[in-house]
């Protein structure tokens, strides 16, 4: 990162090592990091044709997430600023999502010019929040789930259909010559005037549909309306509890990040939804989505040049550390 000029963005995909277990087995996730990130640091100096003594910080993941996973990556922050005697950042997962639809063009850059108050849709495996961005570093979380992430909530229906680990992309594939409406399936708390999400029931609701009706997964079609009336389930909640969120907070901007993001029945919901209130969107590229280095890079940068505060050597990562504290 450079200037707001992405240099390089190398991820080390963690998917096809736990897909054999259904899901993260953090014990791997560890090993796996220890293993990958000096190769994936000197891949990505290599690729930036940038030399460590050039770097003018160094930042990290410090939370939430899985306490070992973000042990790894931040005590190897904190070593290399050390030696290279620069400041140490640590960064928040999710503040890091919020900057990815910000990214934008070839190479990409971010342009804070451009940041404008909003409401961002953080979906993924481990969260689901509505939060408004009065400016940079001005943050309130308006919703979250109170139970499973939409994500979790796409895994675990696709599971229970018989799809491989990780659900959500596959779910999203077999809904696309399937019918929204053919099995009737909750909408939680969609009618509840706060911001809180709950999908838990609605994959308890699949389970029942499928033990009510054995043999549906035999058919295509029937599994293809069966994908496509959980997702269509799950994205009117999203979206209607985002576009509810933006109009009460006034902001002309909404913003979509995390894995689930992803998702193109999602995407063209939001958009039409949008278009309708002539609401700005802004997306993130579907490989910006999903957890990667740039949104971290670029939020690092903020805090360097903004001055905010750094990491000291003797600082652990914070497991559970609620946005904008
Ligand atoms: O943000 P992410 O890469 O990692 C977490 O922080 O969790 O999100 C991963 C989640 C998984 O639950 C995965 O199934 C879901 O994002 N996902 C999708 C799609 N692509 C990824 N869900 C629905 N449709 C997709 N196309
Ligand atoms: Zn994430």
Redesign the pocket.
């Given at each position: 990162m450079r200037d707001g000029v992405v240099l390089a963005n190398p991820v080390a995909s963690q998917i096809r090592l736990h897909a054999e277990y259904g899901g993260v087995v953090p014990e791997l996730a560890t090993r796996e990091h220890l293993r990958n990130l000096p190769l994936l640091l000197q891949q990505a100096l290599l690729e930036a044709r940038v030399g460590v003594a050039e770097l003018d910080g160094i930042a990290a993941t410090a939370g939430p997430g899985l306490p070992n996973a973000l042990l790894t990556g931040l005590k190897a922050a904190q070593g290399l600023a050390y030696a290279l005697d620069r400041p140490c950042y640590g960064a928040h997962h999710h503040e890091g999502h919020l900057y990815s639809p910000w990214l934008a063009g070839d190479p990409l850059r971010l342009r804070p010019e451009e940041f404008e108050p909003h409401v961002c849709l953080i979906v993924?495996?481990?969260h689901t929040l509505l939060v408004q961005v009065r400016g940079e570093f001005d943050y309130q979380v308006l919703g979250s789930t109170i139970d499973d992430a939409a994500?979790?909530c796409?895994?675990k229906t696709a599971k229970l259909m018989g799809l491989p680990y990780?659900?959500?992309?596959q779910?999203?594939r077999l809904a696309e010559g399937g019918r929204p409406d053919a099995c009737k399936f909750p909408r939680p708390l969609l009618n509840d005037p706060g911001y809180d999400f709950s999908f838990s029931g609605l994959k308890t609701s699949v389970r029942y549909f499928l033990r009510d009706h054995p043999g549906m997964l035999e058919d295509l079609q029937a599994r293809r309306d069966l994908a496509a009336s959980v997702q269509a389930a799950i994205i009117e909640v999203l979206v209607t509890k985002a576009l509810r969120a933006a109009r009460a907070t006034g902001v002309r901007c909404l913003t979509a990040a995390?894995?689930?993001a992803?998702?193109?029945a999602l995407r063209q919901a939001l958009a039409a939804a949008c278009a309708k209130r002539r609401m700005a969107l802004r997306l993130a590229q579907p490989e910006l989505c999903?957890?990667n280095a740039a949104m971290v890079g670029v939020l690092a940068w903020r805090m360097h040049v903004g001055g905010r505060q750094t990491l000291g050597l003797d600082e652990e990562p914070r497991p559970s550390w609620p946005l904008g504290e």
């Amino acid at each position: 990162m450079r200037d707001g000029v992405v240099l390089a963005n190398p991820v080390a995909s963690q998917i096809r090592l736990h897909a054999e277990y259904g899901g993260v087995v953090p014990e791997l996730a560890t090993r796996e990091h220890l293993r990958n990130l000096p190769l994936l640091l000197q891949q990505a100096l290599l690729e930036a044709r940038v030399g460590v003594a050039e770097l003018d910080g160094i930042a990290a993941t410090a939370g939430p997430g899985l306490p070992n996973a973000l042990l790894t990556g931040l005590k190897a922050a904190q070593g290399l600023a050390y030696a290279l005697d620069r400041p140490c950042y640590g960064a928040h997962h999710h503040e890091g999502h919020l900057y990815s639809p910000w990214l934008a063009g070839d190479p990409l850059r971010l342009r804070p010019e451009e940041f404008e108050p909003h409401v961002c849709l953080i979906v993924s495996g481990g969260h689901t929040l509505l939060v408004q961005v009065r400016g940079e570093f001005d943050y309130q979380v308006l919703g979250s789930t109170i139970d499973d992430a939409a994500g979790e909530c796409f895994d675990k229906t696709a599971k229970l259909m018989g799809l491989p680990y990780p659900g959500g992309p596959q779910l999203d594939r077999l809904a696309e010559g399937g019918r929204p409406d053919a099995c009737k399936f909750p909408r939680p708390l969609l009618n509840d005037p706060g911001y809180d999400f709950s999908f838990s029931g609605l994959k308890t609701s699949v389970r029942y549909f499928l033990r009510d009706h054995p043999g549906m997964l035999e058919d295509l079609q029937a599994r293809r309306d069966l994908a496509a009336s959980v997702q269509a389930a799950i994205i009117e909640v999203l979206v209607t509890k985002a576009l509810r969120a933006a109009r009460a907070t006034g902001v002309r901007c909404l913003t979509a990040a995390g894995g689930v993001a992803c998702n193109r029945a999602l995407r063209q919901a939001l958009a039409a939804a949008c278009a309708k209130r002539r609401m700005a969107l802004r997306l993130a590229q579907p490989e910006l989505c999903t957890d990667n280095a740039a949104m971290v890079g670029v939020l690092a940068w903020r805090m360097h040049v903004g001055g905010r505060q750094t990491l000291g050597l003797d600082e652990e990562p914070r497991p559970s550390w609620p946005l904008g504290e």
